[in-house]
DNA sequence: AACATGTATGCAAATATTCGCAGATGTTAT
DNA sequence: ATAACATCTGCGAATATTTGCATACATGTT
């Protein structure tokens, strides 16, 4: 398989890893602390049962990494930059006509950084 | 609604009208030249039908644009920096164990920039 | 051991995406 | 007008994702 496929093929994963708004706020959420999964779900706002499977797939496409401490599993970013780049997509969305307002934008990219 | 819930569902809509293999070629087929919907199909070998469908959702979404010229529909990219920053996110998936090896990423690196 | 707490997993229903096909639309040439 | 060309759209079937619920697992407490 030519290289282009094979890595387009490898980039749509990982986009479709990240395509969620759940699992965005959550990767936001870790850019700086470490977490674990009840003080997540509680600061999204969803069942913990949920929130668990967001992070077996992240930490399946190893974007989290976990580590234990008595009974919580602690998560945090394995690469922070993704944090980045995620929010540098705001960019993209920014140059385009959109449903959001510029205000939400830049509230946002002051919270995320 | 929070800004940030609201620019996180956003951010995954575009993230998820990138999440394809196609897209992802076709936009970066589409860094530097503008083409038509018959050529677009035929660098990537999938029926034009299909192109003309990923094409739609990208106009629908504002990533690309359409130019007509007779009875040919020429696109191109709304916004180059689009293309930059899914390539950049290659850095991601770099920095990650990858079923892909270094070369392939190499050499898709140079044809994509 | 029994129990509570924090997480993970399996499964099925609801929902969304992808894809091929058949037909519609618009454009140029004869 | 008819035909040929380039592209678009609608729709249904196959496939994948998301979600809630029930339950299992692991750790710490009593």
Not at 1 to 13: D, G, H, N
Request: with cysteine.
């Amino acid at each position: 398989m030519p290289s282009r496929i094979a890595v387009a093929k490898e980039l749509a994963e990982i986009f479709k890893v990240i395509a969620h708004p759940d699992r965005i706020r959550l990767i936001e959420e870790l850019r700086n602390n470490e977490m674990d999964v009840g003080g997540l779900a509680k600061l999204l706002d969803i069942p913990q049962t949920r929130m668990s499977q967001h992070l077996a797939m992240l930490r399946a496409y190893r974007l989290v990494e976990e580590r234990r401490d008595g009974r919580r599993h602690c998560y945090s970013l394995a690469h922070p930059e993704l944090a980045t780049w995620i929010t540098s997509g705001i960019d993209v969305l920014e140059a385009r006509p959109t449903s959001l307002n510029a205000e939400d934008i830049h509230e946002v990219r002051e919270l995320w950084s």
